[in-house]
């Protein structure tokens, strides 16, 4: 997939853009998901909720959210690539609520993918942040 290279281009909007075009394209079919994160498109996701800006971290928590949702196979490159510490870091530090939704909504997934799962979530240091959010 071309668009996995377009997020490490060094124009920031070309890399947002890209972003929401996975992100599209991993709503579609388990299929469509499978090829996004074979194309490794997952890791260069991840860095864009850590270094991105505003709208590519939006949109690459949407495109990890979409490979994430229904498609446990997927939860493995994305614990593998470290998504864990940067979407609480994205869901602690965001003032943009549809990127701290975003990133909510990907943990919960990845999170429901089994104990190996729950235990990246917590040695991440999520349990503190999320008990802190529902207070």
């Given at each position: 997939v071309v668009l996995a290279r377009l997020l490490s281009d060094a124009h920031m909007v070309t890399r947002a853009n890209a972003?929401?075009?996975?992100?599209?394209?991993?709503?579609?079919?388990?299929?469509?998901?499978?090829?996004?994160?074979?194309?490794?498109?997952?890791?260069?996701l991840v860095t864009?909720?850590?270094?991105?800006?505003?709208?590519?971290?939006?949109?690459?928590?949407?495109?990890?959210?979409?490979?994430?949702?229904?498609?446990?196979?997927?939860?493995g490159a994305i614990l593998e690539a470290g998504a864990v510490r940067e979407l609480i870091a994205l869901s602690a530090s965001t003032t943009n609520k549809t990127a701290q939704e975003r990133a909510l909504s990907v943990l919960r997934?990845?999170?429901?993918?089994?104990?190996?799962?729950?235990?990246?979530?917590?040695?991440?240091?999520?349990?503190?942040?999320?008990?802190?959010l529902l207070s």
């Open positions: 972003a929401g075009a996975l992100a599209n394209l991993a709503s579609d079919s388990i299929e469509l998901s499978c090829a996004v994160a074979e194309a490794g498109a997952v890791p260069a864009l909720l850590r270094d991105g800006s505003g709208a590519a971290q939006e949109r690459a928590a949407a495109a990890l959210g979409n490979l994430s949702f229904g498609h446990g196979a997927l939860h997934n990845v999170a429901s993918g089994g104990a190996g799962a729950k235990a990246a979530v917590v040695a991440a240091g999520g349990v503190p942040h999320l008990t802190a």
